[in-house]
């Protein structure tokens, strides 16, 4: 039986991609039943960014010789994470990603137009959790009076008053973008 730690880096449903980072050796895990029904508060107990422990049985095999999936024992305590909470009453919240050391929330003045209520709701939940945040304003290069009205009250709110480190980029003209 091998055991090891490892970092969960995509999840879909209750298979998980885990990898031993820093290596990007991915392989294939499912959720242990009793850390699926610990986490009653959560519609997932594992999310993105998770350091886990696992076992793997070596001496066997799937179907057609296959590899025989991982099988997650444990997760780590989180440093931080990202939720998003259910609409409904149902109380249940989804961890979107864990073990974060910062975000970048992408936004544009136009096309389309940033909605000042989601970058609040993001940023809040960001330092709820502990999670530092940069905001990237891209598009950089539409340049119209309006866009630039929109991106001076962009800066004024978010930058000068909430202190958050603004970055205006353009993916088209390669502005402030280092390659």
Known sequence: ?????ATVVKHTGSHYLLSELPGWDLFPAVVRGRIRLKESGNTNPIAVG??????????????DGADVM???????PRRN?????STNLSREAHIIAANLDCVWLIVT????????????RFLV?????????????????????YSLALLKVFKEI??????????????????????
Do not use: W
């Open 109 to 120: 003045m136009q096309f389309p137009e940033v909605k000042l209520p989601f970058v609040d």
């Open 81 to 85: 994470y990202i939720i998003r909470r």
């Open 50 to 63: 998770d350091v886990v422990d696992y076992s793997i049985d070596e001496a066997a095999t799937g179907a």
């Open 1 to 5: 039986m091998k055991k090891g730690t």
């Open 125 to 145: 939940t960001c330092e709820a959790y502990g999670v530092p945040v940069n905001i990237v304003v891209n598009k950089r290069d539409i340049d119209d009076e």
């Open 70 to 76: 991982a099988t997650i024992d444990a997760i780590h």
């Open 158 to 179: 978010y930058a000068d008053q909430a202190g958050y480190n603004v970055l205006e980029v353009s993916a088209i003209t390669g502005e402030n973008i280092d390659t």
